[in-house]
């Protein structure tokens, strides 16, 4: 690692240890499974987390559904585009060059430190975890290292409207509702809410040359559901004021000329996920995913995924 992008970790107020397990990472020296096959020791060639690929540092630390739910939290996944990842330490390597402030290094660090912990809970302790509380954990984490109040939450909880969640109901609900400007294009807002209701993520998508709202509501449950998969929930409710296409997943009718491909794959993600559930609610308790659709309608064609939505959001309700 040149000099100038290790004195960014080394003057970052971390802890030392974290020092020493960045410098793990940047010469592969972390003790991951991938490492012990090297050394002859008989272990699972496989993610302890999620089972779902060889223990590598490039799986553990981009592709685990761990690692990609807290980059996605952390706003910070755009700084790595374009950069190799074949080799986990050049792409460290190349992204610390990158960064200019401390806060952000830390951010960083923080991200990484949270996933290794969150592997060492199963492989030593045997201990299961939720990605919300992984991600309240990486909040307070980051919070510490940059000196707030620790009773100073990142991610304040936004008031919103009366809903169907009945207490202790132990989902997530998932929030999505859809947008358009003429025949132009059009766009989609998905929030994403723990069981007290507490913002956890929000994020905008776009199409172009769609003016159908039925369609493009379709759409936005579709990515919606495949977001909360792609991070590894299993309980999920989703919540939408579309009653048309709302009606017709309940009642398992996928007959409609220009949403039956749609509707079908939709009905294939609530058959394999017996934990998701999707249900209608009125506008004015689907109005802070209606806020994050139009917000992103308006920023078209910019890449809405750069954008803050969870600022914002606190800012706006």
């Known amino acids: 690692m040149d000099k100038p992008s290790w004195i960014r ?8 240890k974290l020092k020493v397990f960045v410098w793990q990472i ?26 779902d690929g060889p223990e590598t540092m490039e799986h553990m630390f981009l592709y685990c559904p761990v690692a990609r739910a807290l980059w996605d939290y952390s706003g910070l996944e755009y700084l790595g585009e374009g950069l190799p990842r074949h080799t986990f330490p ?15 290094v830390m951010a960083v660090v923080a991200i990484f430190w949270r996933i290794w912990r969150s592997r060492n809970w199963v492989v030593f302790e ?17 919070e510490e290292w940059v000196g707030l ?11 919103i409207m009366q809903s169907p969640t009945q207490v202790g109901d132990s989902h997530l609900v998932c929030m999505w509702d859809g947008a358009t400007k003429g025949v132009s294009h059009s766009a989609g807002g998905m929030v994403l809410f723990d069981p007290a209701r507490t913002l956890l993520l929000a994020r905008g998508v776009q199409f172009s040359q769609m003016d159908d709202l039925v369609v493009v509501e379709l759409l936005v449950l579709r990515e919606a559901i495949i977001w909360c998969v792609e991070q590894g929930l299993s309980e999920v409710h989703f919540e939408g004021d579309a009653k048309v296409i709302i009606d017709k997943i309940n009642q398992a009718d996928t007959r409609d000329s220009k949403l039956d491909a749609v509707l079908e794959e939709i009905a294939h993600y609530f058959r394999t996920q017996p934990g998701f559930s999707v249900r209608f609610v009125g506008r004015e308790n689907n109005r802070v995913a209606h806020l994050v659709a139009r917000k992103t309608l308006s920023l078209y064609p910019t890449m809405s995924r750069f954008f ?10």
């Open 126 to 142: 045997c201990k299961q975890f939720g990605i919300p509380a992984l991600m309240r954990q990486f909040n307070q984490q980051y």
């Open 9 to 16: 970790v080394w003057e970052a107020k971390i802890p030392p």
């Open 90 to 104: 050049l792409f460290l390597k190349r992204l610390l060059g990158l960064i200019d402030q401390p806060s952000v």
């Open 149 to 159: 109040p620790a009773d100073q939450a990142p991610r304040p909880q936004i008031p």
């Open 308 to 317: 803050d939505f969870q600022t914002w959001l606190v800012s706006r309700v």
């Open 26 to 51: 940047l010469n592969r020296a972390l003790p991951i499974t991938e490492a012990l096959i090297e050394k002859k020791v008989q272990v699972l060639p496989r993610c302890p987390v999620f089972l």
